[in-house]
């Protein structure tokens, strides 16, 4: 995002410009292809944050993991169609289109929805350590690619606790938070 604002600068008074418009196709697709169970709660920035009641997800690691790696199939489609109907815009920004790739959070844990000003925004322990996990180090133990990271009590939830590879994150005000990174690409 920062390398569109440079790109394309701040100015919308033309329209919105050509890479603006491709994250908000990107973000469409991911929006558009998750789970029935899923449901969007907001978008920040280049970011989808949605929820599930758990008791939809409970054992259905199976089908959530499918749901996703079809998620991200619609990811991968938006980001070739982005590519293909850029025509002769090459900028610095739009040309990374090619190298966009999706990275997706899943954590099971106490939140609330709670009115602030005129927006229901989600609140609490399990939403601060989502926004955390982010920003992890699992792209430095599995590469720059796409994965879907899932904390161990999300793990245990869906009945995955033996797919993907093991993988923590540690926090000063929380501690060790274990979990699991499954490939969105390949079949598990």
């Not at 919105?16 to 920040?44: N, R, S, T, W, Y």
């Not at 350590?129 to 939830?157: C, I």
Request: glycine fraction near 10%; hydrophobic fraction near 45%.
């Amino acid at each position: 995002m920062e390398a569109l604002g440079e790109s394309h600068g701040v100015d919308f008074t033309q329209g919105i410009p050509p890479g603006f418009a491709l994250m908000g196709a990107l973000l469409d697709a991911v929006a558009d292809g998750l789970d029935d169970a899923f449901v969007v709660a907001k978008f920040e920035g280049d970011a989808v944050f949605a929820v599930a009641d758990p008791d939809d997800l409970d054992g259905r690691g199976s089908d959530v993991v499918r749901g996703l790696r079809g998620t991200y199939a619609r990811f991968l489609q938006a980001r070739a169609d982005a590519d293909a109907g850029r025509g002769d815009h090459w900028c610095s920004a739009c040309v990374l289109t090619a190298n966009l790739d999706l990275k997706m959070v899943l954590h099971e844990g106490p939140f609330v929805r709670q009115a602030v000003q005129r927006q229901t925004e989600l609140l609490g322990p399990a939403v601060n350590l989502v926004h955390r996990m982010l920003k992890s180090t699992v792209a430095d133990h599995v590469g720059n690619r796409h994965y879907l990271h899932l904390t161990d009590a999300a793990a245990t939830r869906l009945g995955l606790t033996a797919v993907g590879i093991a993988h923590a994150e540690s926090y000063p005000d929380v501690g060790d938070v274990p979990g699991r990174v499954i490939d969105l690409a390949s079949e598990a």
